[in-house]
């Protein structure tokens, strides 16, 4: 399925609404509740089975991805500021949880994300640095030389910060 072009029109949901997918180990969809598929505009048909990414917005910087991968892929959880693109070309903020789950002997079997509505101020905080991220992975003629460009620029500003993003993002 072909990714549509951004509109530009941010899409919301109310305050008490969860968007939640699971995803098996390859980022696959395996499930998408209700709210999922009303905000993202796709039918459960359309979702399940594709990869998780099917609505990465384009101005999503790769390298947070490749940090919640890494976190998540270890066995630990994730709190991320995200911009997803609808099926239509919209796009939605969220602040995700992400979760490894696991089988009964310890063993990560897929993965769980529970979104919310996130807090506007720090959206705008946090789309500061996607962009200038996103300059930096863009900078580059080899997207994988950008994104780690870029993921050391973010782990530097971290580091500096003496926080790590879990902590930079609940202190937005």
Request: hydrophobic letters at 35%; proline letters at 4%.
């Amino acid at each position: 399925m072909e990714r549509p072009a951004p509109t530009g029109f941010e899409r919301t949901f109310d305050d008490d609404d969860i968007i939640v997918s699971k995803t098996d180990l390859k980022g696959l969809i395996t499930y998408a509740n209700h709210t999922f598929i009303e905000v993202a505009g796709y039918t459960e048909e359309e979702l399940l089975g594709k990869p998780h990414n099917l609505i990465r917005h384009p101005d999503m910087p790769r390298c947070v991805f490749k940090l919640l991968w890494d976190t998540i892929e270890s066995g630990n959880e994730i709190f991320a500021y995200v911009v997803n693109l609808c099926k239509n070309g919209d796009h939605y903020w969220v602040l995700a949880h992400v979760t490894p789950s696991f089988d009964y002997s310890g063993k990560i079997i897929g993965y769980h994300s529970s979104r919310r509505v996130p807090d506007r101020t720090a959206v705008s905080k946090v789309e500061a640095l996607y962009q200038s991220l996103k300059r930096i992975e863009d900078s580059s003629s080899d997207w994988r030389m950008g994104m780690q460009q870029a993921t050391a620029a973010l782990v530097s500003q971290l580091e500096e910060a003496g926080i790590q993003y879990d902590e930079y993002v609940f202190a937005l």
